[in-house]
């Protein structure tokens, strides 16, 4: 995520609204809902994160 928003999010001003958290598929998966607002993509979508050890491994925008 931190190299995602350093050259693909930097200068639209994102803001990231919590929408829902569901479980995903697995047991160590999330489905996230966020509304995104800013100078880039606006609008609603889900974002499937994957956890190792406590920490996100993968995520998926969808």
Do not use: C
Not at 1 to 11: E, F, K, Q
Not at 28 to 36: A, F, G, I, M, P
């Amino acid at each position: 995520m931190r190299s995602w928003d350093r050259t693909d999010n930097i200068g639209v001003q994102s803001h990231f609204e919590l929408v829902e958290v569901q479980p995903g598929t697995d047991s160590d998966s999330y489905v996230v809902t966020l509304k995104v607002s800013g100078n880039g993509f606006n609008g609603t979508g889900p974002m499937t994160f994957r956890l190792r050890d406590g920490l996100i491994a993968s995520l998926r925008i969808s």
